[in-house]
């Protein structure tokens, strides 16, 4: 019986050794079993390997060789967003096709030479391993002996000694989630990175970036947690039966019964969110900016801001106030801040929605900020970069700058002191603190009709053609202005330019008549009624800064409390950094709301626990009331400058 059972096994063992006899061997299969494509006309090698880590699991990494390289530096970028369709935008014997898009800064990579190489972080489509989403390092929040960094360390030692074109010299670049990989990299670096570019990275999810700002929910991201962790290869879509996402959000009430519908409580991420609407531990202690302060300096860095960035506002100044005291040379710590969207640096960057800047500031980084940056670090016998500590574009002007620091005003420790613009009576605004008038202006805030944060119908977020998501934060705010329930203060036309370089902060004095409450600020630089050259600017109110705060944390983001009703209170929080000029002939203004929808979550109005779990007899109107008397003046502490 039991040698019976063993030659059974060989049999079985020997069948499975045999390839697949053809059904129809005499209509044979004109598929070849394997396929050699043809690519000697080529101008690079391609190689897809799986790179093992130290635990054993290993990840897909895409190496694309310019043909003939001999000492090139590496840049190495890792991603959740599929290497191989982000090394493919265009089927072609040329590189500069085939990475012509996200995530690569293609006329640098290709014209300098360098070998690209993308790779799909553990757990996301050609990759093995569990997906965690911003995979906290090594610690209390992860078990594991692995993370982000180990990743990256193991990777750059397989890439440095498997890849015999190179020069052991190797760089870490990325937008977005990819910027927040050559942050990670940077814990315990490799000794072969010698150089980091994170780029709008994603750093603090409930401070500013992606998933909060200041407490409250950015609830137009539901699609994407969805689709990016429903599956490893993103291939689980977000559905909808909307065209306007306005109604859409609407018609499910709050964030949470929306995503109930869709069945994400399977979704780990979702439900770690769910369980942490507060900033616990589980934020601050995943908080990179956190985590690289307490980490020594090793690897220069070049941290690149955009300043309508519509996704990531927070997490590259976040960054650099954290790492640039460590910077004792002055040469370990770069900051450049563009005009653009979030990515736009790569892209095309004469314009931004309607605002026009006159020449390609996106082409003018990459040329000479990025290109000589990066050569210094990875090409052998390359010269010292020209750059500045800082190099920063002023809006308004249209004009780079070469500064020693950034910011240049705030409330204390900078150049200059930031100056107080007060929200007057009559709905104006003045450098001068008010003395005398009516003591508030009021409005009622109803969620059942919450102010659009665009106008609609309300696309959803992403990066489709047609889509513009992008240009959101540069809207025209005279869609707002003209509610009853957006309150605008307006400044005299001004009469000298005038420059803020730094954070407006927003000291507002404020009472609602529910037990909590959002607060909506807009920073606005009002174009006059017309104006030569560009007639659709006329009257156009541009945002400079504009961001939302959650009222319930007022006292401490680690804990919601409620709002003691109709009761004026102190709300101070930053608005995103700006570096801007309000010309001669144009007006300065200031919008107050309590609403921002559907991108943030509607506040009830009412205190509850957990607003995601809000209940639709939760939401109750709120007569909302901003006041500007002597001893309770409102106002918008400006970096200005000289």
């Given at each position: 019986?039991?040698?019976?059972?063993?030659?059974?096994?060989?049999?079985?063992?020997?069948?499975?050794?045999?390839?697949?006899?053809?059904?129809?061997?005499a209509?044979?299969?004109?598929?070849?079993?394997?396929f050699?494509p043809?690519?000697?006309?080529f101008d690079y090698?391609q190689?897809?390997?799986?790179?093992?880590?130290?635990?054993?699991?290993?990840?897909?990494?895409?190496?694309?060789?310019?043909?003939?390289?001999?000492?090139?530096?590496?840049?190495?970028?890792?991603?959740?967003?599929?290497?191989?369709?982000?090394?493919?935008?265009?089927?072609?014997?040329?590189?500069?096709?085939?990475?012509?898009?996200?995530?690569?800064?293609?006329?640098?990579?290709?014209?300098?030479?360098y070998?690209?190489?993308?790779?799909d972080?553990?757990?996301?489509?050609?990759?093995?391993?569990?997906?965690?989403m911003?995979?906290?390092?090594?610690?209390?929040?992860?078990?594991?002996?692995?993370?982000?960094?180990?990743d990256?360390?193991?990777?750059?030692?397989?890439l440095?000694?498997?890849?015999?074109?190179s020069?052991?010299?190797?760089?870490?670049?990325?937008?977005?989630?990819?910027?927040?990989?050559p942050?990670?990299?940077?814990?315990?670096?490799?000794?072969?990175?010698?150089v980091?570019?994170?780029?709008?990275?994603?750093?603090?999810?409930?401070?500013?970036?992606?998933?909060?700002?200041?407490?409250?929910?950015?609830?137009?991201?539901?699609?994407?947690?969805?689709?990016?962790?429903?599956?490893?290869?993103?291939?689980?879509?977000?559905?909808?039966?909307?065209?306007?996402?306005?109604?859409?959000?609407?018609?499910?009430?709050?964030?949470?019964?929306?995503?109930?519908?869709?069945?994400m409580?399977?979704l780990?991420?979702?439900?770690?969110?769910?369980?942490?609407?507060?900033?616990?531990?589980?934020?601050?202690?995943?908080?990179?900016?956190?985590l690289?302060?307490?980490?020594?300096?090793?690897v220069?860095?070049?941290?690149?801001?955009?300043?309508?960035?519509?996704?990531?506002?927070?997490?590259a100044?976040?960054?650099?106030?954290?790492?640039?005291?460590?910077?004792?040379s002055?040469?370990?710590?770069?900051?450049?801040?563009?005009?653009?969207?979030?990515?736009?640096?790569?892209d095309?960057?004469?314009?931004l929605?309607?605002?026009?800047?006159?020449s390609?500031?996106?082409?003018y980084f990459?040329?000479?900020?990025?290109?000589?940056?990066?050569?210094?670090?990875?090409?052998?016998?390359?010269?010292?970069?020209?750059?500045?500590?800082?190099?920063?574009?002023?809006?308004?002007?249209?004009q780079?700058?070469?500064?020693?620091?950034?910011?240049?005003?705030?409330?204390?420790?900078c150049?200059a002191?930031?100056?107080?613009?007060y929200?007057?009576?009559?709905?104006?605004?003045?450098?001068?603190?008010?003395?005398a008038?009516?003591?508030y202006?009021?409005?009622?805030s109803?969620?059942?009709?919450?102010?659009?944060?665009?106008?609609?119908?309300?696309?959803?977020?992403?990066?489709?053609?047609?889509?513009?998501?992008s240009?959101?934060?540069?809207?025209?705010?005279?869609?707002a202005?003209?509610?009853?329930?957006?309150?605008?203060?307006?400044?005299?036309v001004?009469?000298a330019?005038?420059?803020?370089?730094?954070?407006?902060?927003?000291?507002l004095?404020a009472?609602?008549s529910?037990?909590?409450?959002?607060?909506v600020?807009?920073?606005?630089?009002?174009?006059?009624?017309?104006?030569?050259?560009?007639?659709?600017?006329?009257g156009?109110?541009?945002?400079?800064?504009?961001?939302?705060?959650?009222?319930?944390?007022?006292?401490?983001?680690?804990?919601?409390?409620?709002?003691?009703?109709?009761?004026?209170?102190?709300?101070?929080?930053?608005?995103?950094?700006?570096?801007?000029?309000?010309?001669?002939?144009?007006?300065?203004m200031?919008?107050v709301?309590?609403?921002?929808?559907?991108?943030?979550?509607?506040?009830?109005?009412?205190?509850?626990?957990?607003?995601?779990?809000?209940?639709p007899?939760?939401?109750v109107?709120?007569?909302?009331?901003?006041?500007?008397?002597?001893?309770?003046?409102?106002?918008?502490?400006?970096?200005?400058?000289?």
């Open positions: 019986m039991l040698f019976a059972l063993l030659l059974m096994l060989s049999g079985a063992l020997q069948a499975a050794d045999t390839p697949p006899q053809a059904k129809y061997p209509y044979p299969s004109e598929t070849p079993a394997k050699v043809a690519t000697g006309s090698v190689r897809d390997v799986m790179i093992p880590m130290r635990d054993g699991v290993k990840l897909h990494t895409v190496i694309l060789i310019p043909k003939g390289a001999q000492h090139a530096g590496i840049l190495l970028t890792r991603t959740p967003y599929d290497a191989k369709a982000l090394t493919t935008h265009t089927m072609s014997g040329h590189l500069g096709p085939m990475l012509q898009g996200y995530d690569n800064a293609t006329d640098v990579i290709v014209e300098d030479g070998i690209r190489v993308v790779q972080v553990r757990g996301k489509y050609g990759s093995e391993g569990d997906y965690v911003n995979r906290p390092v090594h610690g209390p929040l992860n078990p594991t002996p692995v993370d982000d960094a180990t990256t360390y193991d990777t750059i030692d397989w440095v000694k498997n890849i015999p074109e020069n052991g010299k190797v760089g870490t670049l990325g937008i977005s989630y990819d910027g927040f990989e942050l990670m990299a940077l814990v315990n670096p490799h000794p072969a990175l010698k980091s570019v994170p780029m709008n990275p994603m750093v603090d999810g409930w401070m500013g970036d992606d998933w909060f700002h200041n407490g409250a929910f950015r609830q137009q991201n539901l699609s994407y947690i969805y689709e990016q962790t429903a599956s490893r290869d993103n291939s689980i879509k977000w559905w909808t039966n909307y065209h306007d996402e306005y109604d859409q959000f609407m018609h499910y009430g709050s964030a949470g019964a929306l995503a109930h519908a869709y069945g409580e399977q780990g991420f979702w439900n770690k969110m769910l369980a942490h609407p507060a900033y616990d531990g589980f934020w601050s202690e995943q908080a990179v900016d956190k690289l302060a307490a980490q020594p300096l090793k220069p860095v070049m941290l690149v801001h955009s300043l309508w960035d519509q996704e990531d506002s927070y997490g100044l976040a960054v650099y106030r954290a790492i640039k005291p460590k910077d004792t002055g040469n370990m710590v770069r900051l450049v801040m563009g005009p653009w969207h979030h990515g736009q640096e790569i095309e960057g004469s314009s929605g309607a605002v026009r800047f006159g390609d500031t996106a082409r990459r040329e000479y900020i990025l290109r000589p940056y990066l050569a210094q670090y990875l090409k052998d016998g390359a010269p010292r970069a020209d750059l500045a500590a800082v190099t920063a574009y002023q809006t308004g002007s249209n780079w700058q070469r500064l020693d620091r950034w910011p240049l005003a705030c409330a204390a420790g150049p002191r930031s100056r107080a613009l929200l007057e009576a009559g709905n104006k605004l003045g450098f001068t603190a008010p003395a008038g009516n003591d202006d009021e409005y009622v109803d969620p059942a009709h919450p102010v659009p944060y665009r106008a609609r119908p309300i696309q959803p977020m992403g990066y489709d053609v047609g889509q513009t998501w240009q959101w934060l540069v809207d025209d705010q005279r869609e202005s003209g509610r009853t329930d957006v309150l605008s203060y307006v400044s005299d001004l009469t330019p005038l420059k803020i370089s730094g954070a407006p902060e927003v000291n004095v009472s609602t529910g037990s909590d409450s959002d607060w600020v807009k920073l606005i630089d009002v174009y006059p009624d017309q104006v030569a050259g560009e007639p659709e600017m006329g156009y109110q541009l945002a400079v800064g504009m961001d939302i705060f959650r009222g319930r944390y007022r006292e401490g983001f680690t804990q919601g409390k409620p709002i003691a009703a109709d009761q004026p209170l102190p709300y101070r929080f930053a608005l995103p950094a700006a570096n801007h000029v309000f010309l001669p002939g144009h007006r300065i200031v919008q709301q309590s609403s921002w929808f559907p991108l943030y979550d509607r506040n009830p109005q009412t205190f509850v626990p957990n607003i995601f779990l809000a209940k007899a939760d939401y109107k709120a007569t909302q009331r901003v006041y500007h008397a002597p001893a309770q003046a409102s106002f918008i502490a400006l970096p200005v400058i000289d």
